[in-house]
């Protein structure tokens, strides 16, 4: 199946800069024989691997919608409890609920079907009272499902894809924004917790502004757009992997 997502990523990505996603064409990117992609493209489980993207695609506009449109949002800023009909609503906001919010941000995609994903991967909890309450402004799909391969897939490929630009340009101004930030002589054992949560509160903070500023611009009407975001990520070196790494270029380099 990662295979499979590798694939479909690299014909999505020869699809939008124009070229025809064929076969050969997409082997050159993944390095997958040929034979094997024309399998790939023709087996059922294609049908299996686009809904779960068209899953994780609605499935975080609604979260963003919920947090940031002003129809869904209460006094200090809070997010609204929601009923699944805005008409069900007594003492709120009238024509207010999650399926006039799923059919605003993802118009076609069934309102049942994407309440039942968020509750079911923790993002939304369900009250009890007819009501549903957002608890998460991201969407994390669960351990290897074809939702979180795929989402796997695109990140590997979107970072991999910044790096391979920054290596062959030459220009500054060119080059995609990209930064590392470490301790020059390691961190204590017993400080890995703190850092640890000290990310995940900076690093919300920064993602929800920068979605912020996206969410105000990105208007699903609009025309000759491109797709852009950002994504971080908090690393551990694995002293292994750094010791033979270190010996496979030393042994390269004696050749």
């Known amino acids: 199946m990662l295979q499979d997502a590798y694939v479909h990523v690299a014909s999505r990505q020869l699809a939008n800069s124009g070229r025809e996603p064929t076969p050969d064409a997409i082997a050159v990117m993944t390095e997958v024989g040929a034979d094997e992609i024309r399998e790939l493209l023709e087996s059922p489980d294609d049908a299996k691997l ?14 963003v919608g919920w947090h940031t449109d002003r129809d869904y949002i209460g006094p200090y800023g809070l997010v609204r409890d929601l009923p699944f009909l805005g008409s069900a609503g007594q003492g709120k906001k009238n ?23 968020l509750v079911r991967t923790g993002c939304v909890q369900d009250l009890g009272n007819a009501y549903f309450r957002a608890l998460t402004r991201s969407y994390v799909p669960e351990q290897l499902s074809a939702e979180s391969i795929r989402r796997f ?17 030459s220009v500054d ?44 611009r990105s208007v699903q009407t609009m025309e000759n757009t491109i797709q852009t975001g950002i994504g971080f990520y908090h ?19 004696e050749k």
């Open 50 to 63: 686009g809904e779960a993207e068209r899953k994780i695609t609605a499935a975080a506009r609604v979260l």
């Open 95 to 117: 024509g207010v609920g999650f399926t006039e919010l799923a059919q605003r941000y993802c118009a076609g995609y069934p309102p049942q079907v994407l309440l039942d994903e």
């Open 153 to 169: 897939a695109h990140v590997i490929h979107n970072v991999t894809e910044t790096l391979e630009i920054n290596l062959r340009t």
């Open 173 to 216: 101004g060119a080059r995609r924004i990209e930064r590392t930030v470490f301790a020059d002589y390691g961190l204590k054992r017993s400080d890995l917790e703190a850092f640890d949560l000290y990310l995940r509160e900076r690093g919300q903070i920064f993602a929800d502004d920068v979605d912020n500023w996206l969410s105000a």
């Open 235 to 253: 690393y551990i070196v694995n002293q292994e992997d750094e010791q033979s790494f270190g010996k496979a270029l030393r042994l390269e380099g």
